[in-house]
């Protein structure tokens, strides 16, 4: 039940990347989300492996705020590709 809030998280994240990332022209409006929803819920599963507990307040802070990082830090990576295929490939 609790892997719901993440992805309503990371849907909401989805909303506010656009003013979050400079490039958001470079891909398609569900990659953000997409990627907070992967990175959150991989991220939970492997501290929930880890020994947190869901009543514990430290694997939500951790989940909060690791996710809006992967998902800037992964879709500018993914707009910096897609900017340099394109140069590469006027080259050609």
């Not at 990659?31 to 514990?56: D, N």
Request: charged share 15%; no cysteine.
């Amino acid at each position: 039940m609790e892997i719901l809030i993440i992805l309503g998280y990371a849907v909401i994240l989805g909303l506010v990347a656009p003013y979050l990332t400079t490039k958001s022209g470079e891909y398609g409006a569900l990659v953000p989300p997409t990627i907070a929803a992967i990175a959150g819920s991989v991220l939970w599963i492997a501290l929930t492996l880890f020994g947190f507990k869901y009543e514990e307040a430290w694997i939500w802070i951790i989940i909060m705020l690791a996710m809006p990082v992967f998902m800037i830090i992964v879709s500018s990576r993914i707009a910096a590709a897609r900017i340099h295929a394109r140069e590469e490939a006027k080259k050609a």
